[in-house]
């Protein structure tokens, strides 16, 4: 974990900007097409995603190293959060950036701005610094409230994608249901205020109806409107597998022991 960190800081850190670069070649030379995948939509060189999963290695490898280079990266990351990534008007994520961080796309991900808003938190408390502490639970549960106001369906489920302009894609995609329980257990943690437990205890009710595959195991990745499975779809492969529901699993045991 120590190499990767340093691996990632001589080769992925933008000096000039902040923040960390989408992907190198193998030889951790440029590379012409960034994208980590084709269902991407901008050959950008940063995206809210990869800084944010940067952010989250970060913040556990800090649990037993303090070194002093991650801890002064850690707090740059929040930074670069709470400058760049986060709309101080709408409280949602900015998804892909050119490197000077200009937006290039006014689309929402829900589930991303659930997730962002308490990974955020964690990484802050294990920081240490009360001010940032406050500062991003304060930013936490704005996100959690935009969420909660434009992001959920009727059902209380999260929804996949929209914009400025309306829902984009309506389908239910399992892990931004596994992170919205915990983005709202989070949020009523800082508020108290007892809708956003109600979300996270509906977002709950649809996983057990429609999500979990009761009969083989697993949750099924993708629920339609109809609150079916979406045909053809993998239970484990590049981009599926059990991580996000797993961890909201074990996160919610450890806060709800702790309370």
């Not at 901008?42 to 940067?54: A, Q």
């Not at 959060?81 to 900015?94: E, G, K, N, S, Y």
């Not at 990974?119 to 909660?148: C, H, P, Q």
């Not at 109806?209 to 083989?216: L, N």
Request: aromatic share 12%.
């Amino acid at each position: 974990a120590k190499e990767l960190f340093h691996l990632i800081e001589q080769h992925a850190y933008e000096p000039r900007y902040g923040g960390y670069i989408e992907g190198c070649a193998r030889n951790w030379g440029a590379l012409v097409d960034m994208r980590l995948s084709e269902k991407e939509p901008f050959n950008c060189p940063k995206s809210m995603n990869t800084l944010l999963h940067v952010l989250e290695g970060y913040t556990n490898l800090l649990r037993c190293w303090p070194d002093p280079r991650l801890i002064e990266q850690i707090d740059h990351l929040l930074r670069v959060f709470l400058d760049h990534v986060i709309d101080p008007r709408t409280h949602f994520t900015r998804l892909f950036f050119e490197n000077d961080w200009r937006s290039l796309s006014d689309h929402l991900s829900y589930g991303h701005d659930i997730e962002t808003s308490w990974l955020l938190v964690e990484a802050a408390e294990e920081f240490g610094d009360y001010d940032l502490i406050e500062e991003t639970r304060a930013v936490a549960v704005k996100m959690a409230e935009a969420v909660y106001s434009q992001g959920l369906d009727e059902d209380g489920s999260v929804l996949a994608e929209g914009s400025p302009r309306g829902i984009i894609h309506p389908e239910k995609h399992w892990w931004c249901e596994a992170e919205g329980i915990v983005g709202f257990v989070n949020a009523y943690q800082i508020s108290g205020d007892a809708k956003f437990a109600a979300a996270a205890l509906r977002i709950w009710a649809f996983i057990e109806a429609h999500m979990i595959d009761r009969q083989h195991g697993e949750w099924y990745k993708i629920i339609n409107s109809a609150g079916q499975p979406v045909p053809g779809q993998v239970k484990t492969g590049p981009w599926e597998d059990p991580y996000h529901h797993s961890r909201a699993c074990l996160e919610i045991i450890h806060r709800v022991s702790e309370s």
